[in-house]
């Protein structure tokens, strides 16, 4: 098993950034592949980025050149800097882990960009 705690999400006015952090723990080995999703009110949940073990990435076509991500090994936590947030940012976002084809997540940290 695998347990991913979000934190970092909160109110920013549009233009501005955040930056979300998820942490791993429990049966940590062989994670293939940690990303992060989002969950706008009325919509599907969605891919934001994501990046594989060997820090392959990819993005969504909306959050190109604004949202990076990023993977520290060493304390097994996934980012999400987010910059030049826009309204349609404002969603719930997840963290995603899969191991052995296993998708883990997290219980979400809400992002709301409001002026």
């Known amino acids: 098993q695998v347990q991913l705690v979000e934190s970092g999400g909160g109110l920013v006015q549009p233009g501005g950034s955040l930056t979300l952090s998820c942490a791993a723990s429990?049966?940590?080995?062989?994670?293939?592949?940690m990303g992060w999703y989002r969950q706008a009110p009325g919509k599907q949940r969605e891919l934001v980025a994501r990046?594989?073990?060997?820090?392959?990435?990819n993005y969504a076509d909306s959050v190109k050149g604004r949202f990076t991500i990023s993977r520290d090994n060493v304390k097994n936590t996934v980012y999400l800097q987010m910059n030049s947030l826009k309204l349609e940012d404002t969603a719930v976002y997840y963290c995603?882990?899969?191991?052995?084809?296993?998708?883990?997540w997290g219980k979400g940290t809400l992002v709301t960009v409001s002026s």
């Open positions: 429990g049966s940590i080995s062989m994670i293939n592949v």
């Open positions: 995603n882990a899969v191991q052995y084809s296993t998708p883990y």
């Open positions: 990046m594989t073990r060997g820090s392959s990435t």
